[in-house]
């Protein structure tokens, strides 16, 4: 049942999703226990093709080796040209949210409606140019908007604060739309974003490169302290 997947993904809000990019992916079983121990509720996978951005990650085997391993729900981040003819491969190999770029496609509303028609739970990105006006009313067909703060591609950059306008803007709009940021997100930066209106903070360096702190359980303390400092559990934006 995909959509209780995605009421998961959802209900988990506020939550810390760590990034599956600079993860140990020689001990990918283990790396995803140890999150799972250190309270993760759901995994965000960076998939990337080398053209739609200049690098190249992972895509159907590895989302289906973590599938057998993992009962957290997965939410795929498919930073690729082509996010129509690899959703229903990637939705057959356990995937339970798939966010398509929209400066990857023609007609981001058709997309998001072929890629709800798998039954799957559908998000579509924006880069910090992007404009929201770039969503093309694509917002009221998709169950989640991800704000990226970082240029799509790589781990590790600086937050942009322009997402912190798009997220105020786009939480005005749509109060009960969910809202994911995706870049740069760390302790210092992750209060501004919750109070901007975003519910869930995804997050690869401030977890995987952190050699000040013992374990991802100290990681995700100490985000989620910062967002609970910032405006906790009530959804931000809602009268
Ligand atoms: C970048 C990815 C992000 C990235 C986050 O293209 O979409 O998920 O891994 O990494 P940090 O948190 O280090 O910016
Ligand atoms: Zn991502």
Same mark, same amino acid.
């Given at each position: 049942?995909?959509?209780? !997947?995605?009421?998961?993904?959802?209900?988990?809000?506020?939550? $810390?999703?760590? #990034?599956?990019?600079?993860?140990?992916?020689?001990?990918?079983?283990?790396?995803?226990?140890?999150?799972?121990?250190?309270?993760?509720?759901?995994?965000?996978?960076?998939?990337?093709? +080398?053209?739609? @951005?200049?690098?190249?990650?992972? !895509?159907?085997?590895?989302?289906? +080796?973590?599938?057998?391993?993992?009962?957290?729900?997965?939410?795929?981040?498919?930073?690729?040209?082509?996010?129509?003819?690899?959703?229903?491969?990637? @939705?057959?190999?356990?995937?339970?949210?798939?966010?398509?770029?929209?400066? %990857?496609?023609?007609?981001?509303?058709?997309? !998001?409606?072929?890629?709800?028609?798998?039954?799957?739970?559908?998000?579509?990105?924006?880069?910090? &140019?992007?404009?929201?006006?770039?969503?093309? +009313?694509?917002? #009221?067909?998709? /169950?989640?908007?991800? @704000?990226? #703060?970082?240029?799509?591609? $790589?781990?590790?950059?600086?937050?942009?604060?322009?997402?912190?306008?798009?997220?105020?803007?786009?939480?005005?709009?749509?109060?009960?739309?969910?809202?994911? +940021?995706?870049?740069?997100?760390?302790?210092?930066?992750?209060?501004?974003?919750?109070?901007?209106?975003?519910?869930?903070?995804?997050?690869? #360096?401030?977890?995987?490169?952190?050699?000040?702190? /013992?374990?991802?359980?100290? %990681?995700?303390?100490?985000?989620? %302290? !910062?967002?609970?400092?910032?405006?906790? &559990?009530?959804?931000?934006?809602?009268?």
């Amino acid at each position: 049942m995909i959509r209780a !997947a995605f009421d998961a993904i959802r209900d988990s809000a506020p939550a $810390v999703l760590p #990034s599956l990019l600079l993860c140990d992916f020689g001990d990918l079983k283990g790396e995803v226990a140890r999150l799972a121990e250190a309270g993760t509720r759901v995994l965000h996978l960076d998939v990337m093709d +080398g053209h739609f @951005v200049p690098n190249i990650t992972y !895509a159907m085997p590895i989302v289906e +080796g973590l599938r057998r391993h993992t009962d957290l729900p997965l939410d795929v981040h498919l930073m690729i040209s082509d996010p129509l003819t690899y959703a229903k491969p990637m @939705v057959e190999v356990g995937a339970d949210l798939l966010t398509f770029h929209v400066e %990857a496609v023609q007609d981001p509303v058709e997309t !998001a409606q072929r890629i709800g028609e798998l039954g799957v739970a559908v998000g579509v990105a924006l880069n910090p &140019k992007t404009p929201l006006e770039k969503l093309a +009313g694509c917002e #009221s067909h998709v /169950d989640m908007v991800l @704000v990226m #703060s970082v240029e799509a591609g $790589v781990g590790g950059q600086q937050f942009a604060p322009v997402s912190l306008e798009k997220l105020r803007a786009l939480k005005d709009k749509h109060p009960d739309l969910l809202l994911e +940021g995706d870049g740069g997100i760390n302790a210092n930066t992750i209060g501004p974003a919750r109070q901007a209106g975003c519910d869930l903070f995804v997050v690869g #360096s401030a977890i995987f490169r952190r050699d000040d702190l /013992d374990d991802y359980g100290e %990681a995700m303390e100490e985000l989620t %302290a !910062a967002i609970n400092a910032a405006g906790g &559990k009530e959804r931000m934006g809602q009268s």
